[in-house]
């Protein structure tokens, strides 16, 4: 989870430039993952630890952000589902 205390948060540093695109999101993503490898070594504990933060934030971006976004435009648009599901 991306709940960490105020204090650790700040000691972070995301980066001057732009994210402008996919493919810099990509890259950004990749090296924050790499840098992580490289402090801890790499073994098949390290590599599932990535794998596994990245599909939690992958859930938790779904969670907060996308489907409330959807039940919005289910609102706005209608419903695909029939009422019975």
Known sequence: MPYIKKETRDSFEIGTG????????????????????????????????VIGALE???????????????DQKIQINGDVYPQSI
Do not use: W
């Not at 999101?25 to 801890?40: A, P, W």
């Not at 939690?56 to 959807?70: H, I, W």
């Open 56 to 70: 939690c934030c992958k859930l938790e971006m779904y969670r907060r952000a996308v489907s409330p976004y959807e």
């Open 18 to 49: 732009k994210i402008d695109s996919p493919g810099d999101l990509n890259y950004i993503l990749t090296r924050v993952c790499l840098e992580y490898i490289d402090n801890k070594g790499t073994n098949y504990q390290i590599y599932n630890d």
